[in-house]
């Protein structure tokens, strides 16, 4: 049985108060941080937390003085005439909000799970939920987010942890980069949307225990700015500073990049979908209910004769109104957006901070069920990539692209025998035609033809070929579809890492940062299976040709991503390397710029050479043991030195992928580079320096 008293507990605060700072801002602050602070970003949320912790202690100041609402807290202090000038101020804010929200929301849905569905009809759903959820009350309400709490935090930090696997730390590099500016900017925008803790003065009226109101927005501050430097710290690692200040949301985007093995989850944005869905409900729903509380008390001094009850239903209604009026003029106008922006910057916030600050100085649930079946409807409905029912959806598995012209009209159409409409939402791998990778011109009108339809997941992996179309023709030989084939062979076959393969998150991001040289496996037809030989190489962004498997396997065994790394020496000599933990380092050396590659890793020998080492240990001595340490790690040396110096200067193409590590090891040359990039390759030399812990030798 619930109360029903119109009170909630101080976990029910705590809870309340991280939804509402949750939602907004974490589809917000990583982009306009990667805009400003950049590498930086994660101390402008530790300015930014700080700060808003400060704040935090000046709206405690207050409790003291408060026995009742804070509404009425402000008519004592300001007089009738002040209090209600300042309400009003709040009510702006609480209704701009709520509409700004609203808008973000629906935004999301329709970008991330219902492109075809019409925007008016899903904030109109929206607000109904809001509008059921205000019913309710706030005990019902907080009693929802009590029960759903860990549920949507745990999955939360369970995809967070999975995608620590793709972190790359060289773009977190170099730090202390961005001028002050930037830094002061991101750091304002972090607070900025922190400060939305000041809804802990309007909750001394629910609170049963007035003391644990601040006690759970600690609390609720420090788990969010917690969270926010995590989330910031993988969200840089994984697209890099310049394309996550391009991003829409990308901590939705980071969720469709998690690959999980297997078709049973590809869409995992739709699923963490729903941390947004009840975070950006909360806050939807808190700004819409003190919004309601504070006109029902300013239409309480117009119309005293006016029934309580009936005077809550009209100041919800009206809210609901104007929020729904605010929301449709961001989707009309851009202006109206910029406008909020800039008012939300230079008054709403300062207005929050302001208020309490002065008064600080001068002052020295039988719905229950029903409302979680109402939010989890929504949910069921997303489940979906649009608004066609399954039976009527084709999923490919794969896709070949020729040429752009054809792509341009793939998306949507049907299919010619079953007028089935096509959803790449499980798309496992795209088969390119050589032509487009060759090609920078027609790359980038690919990517932003695919960027702008948003129909491709971004963990969708990237081969080419000469004739795509006959390498997806394989499926009818192998018994399976080769985009499943592919995607078995990178995941679970290879022991090269999957990450080591491009998707097209990659590319999109990777045509902004430009530090990355990609490897896009070449696909041919052997034996009728589709089989890899070839890599062609994306430098930068710009196209540099192709390269053997050997020089490819090389480059991803230097970058720690491969599990085994099997090579034959000149000798006839079979070494498998595994476990690397290899480092890069810089140096300059008798006028000669040279790539230190300092490969630490474990040693074996294998086939007929096995048992002859066996043999040798157990007769030599241990001197006779060293010199054959130190002669196949010199052979090892020598052969990869050879190939990475014949790949440097024959075509230009760095298999170590130092030039995104500048920026952490060699600040000067990166500072340099940075202006001429096109001649860091020509500057260098790369040598190799291999430390073997052999096993059976």
Known sequence: MFSENNKISGRQTFRLLTYDLLGLSTLLVPTVLGRTAARDGIFAIAIGVGAAWLYLKVLKSLAPGMGGSYAQYLEQRLGKAGGALIQTGYLLYFVLLAGYTAYLFADVVLQELLREESFYLVLLILLLLAAYGLWGGIEGRARIYEMLFWFLLIPLFLMLFSAVDGVQTDYWTPVFSADFAGIAEGSYYVFLCLSVIFLSLFLGEYVEKKESIFRAASGALLLVGGIHAVLYLILLGSFGADALGTMDYPAVTLMSTVQITG???????????????????????????????????????VMPKTEEKARKRWAM???????????????KSRACFVWYEWFLWHIATPFVVIVPLILAIGRRQKRVLALALCLAAPCLVCAGCATAELEDRNFPIELAVENTDAIGTAFGEAEGD?????????????????DIVENKEAMQKLLDLLEEKRELPRNTYIVAADDPEKILALSDGLGESVGNYLEEQFENVSQIKKQAYPTLGTLYQERINQTETLYIPYVDDEDGKPVVRQYYVLKRGEPAGTVGGDAAVLAFFTDNRMEEYQLSLSDGTQVSLSSPHNEIAFRERAGQREIVVQVHCSGELFGTQQNAASNRRNTAGQEQIAQEHARIEQAVASYMNTLAGQTLSEQGIDLSGSYRRLGGAARGWYQEYQKKSARYEGDMRIVYEVDIDWVNL
Request: net charge positive.
């Open 263 to 301: 078709g049973f989850l590809k869409r995992t944005d739709a699923f963490m979908f729903g941390i947004w869905f009840f975070t950006l409900y909360a806050l939807l729903n808190s700004c819409c209910f003190y919004g309601s509380s504070l006109l029902s008390g300013i239409l309480g001094g």
């Open 317 to 331: 209604g009206a809210v609901l109104v104007a929020v729904f009026a605010v929301s449709c003029c961001f989707y």
């Open 418 to 434: 079953g007028n089935r409409v096509l959803d790449y939402s499980h798309l496992k791998v795209m088969v390119i035609h050589r």
